[in-house]
């Protein structure tokens, strides 16, 4: 199995109030409890709040890549 957090969104009048970060902390620790140690998220590099998302919350770029004309950035994290 190959984890992926697939989509997470939080409405405009919402964001900047720790709610991804605390979503995502949640996501991890459900990880953890499962086994898992790593796992991964696709964006659209245009998307650069949400690339500053994953960055800040300790995801690292693996690679750039084209699909269906849309440049993407992969990231991963590792789960301590």
């Known amino acids: ?3 992926e957090l697939l989509v997470i969104a ?3 009048e919402f964001r900047s109030k720790q709610i991804g970060t605390n979503l995502v902390e ?3 620790k459900q990880f953890k409890k499962n ?5 991964k998220v696709t964006v659209h590099n245009a ?13 690292k770029i693996l690679k750039t890549f084209y699909l269906y004309d849309t440049q ?8 301590l």
């Open 1 to 3: 199995m190959k984890p």
């Open 26 to 28: 949640e996501l991890e």
């Open 47 to 59: 998307m650069t709040d949400s690339n500053r998302f994953y960055l800040d919350n300790g995801m």
């Open 35 to 39: 086994g898992v140690s790593r796992y």
């Open 10 to 12: 939080v409405r405009q």
């Open 72 to 79: 993407w950035n992969l990231f991963a994290k590792d789960i």
